[in-house]
């Protein structure tokens, strides 16, 4: 766990991501019907494209994980206030 920086020190959670596409020239073509929005752009675009529709997903994905996480450190502050007071009558 050592090298997963688990949160800014201002409590934001970043995402990054990155879209690599080859090859690096043509167009789009043979697109199955759920990348049909990717049909006849050039290469060069489709970083772009893709950001797009997924940005909602992305954004969805942070709030649920914020929330997550944020429930997780209340939980073990209370688990470990718990175990300082146990830890004193043994």
């Known amino acids: 766990m050592d090298d ?5 020190p201002d409590g934001e959670t970043q ?3 990155e879209c690599w596409v080859e090859p690096q020239h043509g167009l789009v073509s043979g697109s199955p019907k759920q ?5 006849s752009l050039p290469y060069n675009r489709i970083a772009d494209a893709v950001r797009k529709p997924e940005f909602f997903l992305q954004t969805r994905f942070l709030e649920s994980f914020n929330r997550i996480s944020n429930r997780s450190a209340k ?3 209370s688990v470990s206030h718990l175990y300082s007071l146990t830890s004193n009558f043994i």
């Open 35 to 39: 990348r049909q929005y990717l049909e």
């Open 75 to 77: 939980w073990m502050q």
């Open 4 to 8: 997963i920086d688990m949160q800014e």
């Open 15 to 17: 995402l990054v991501t």
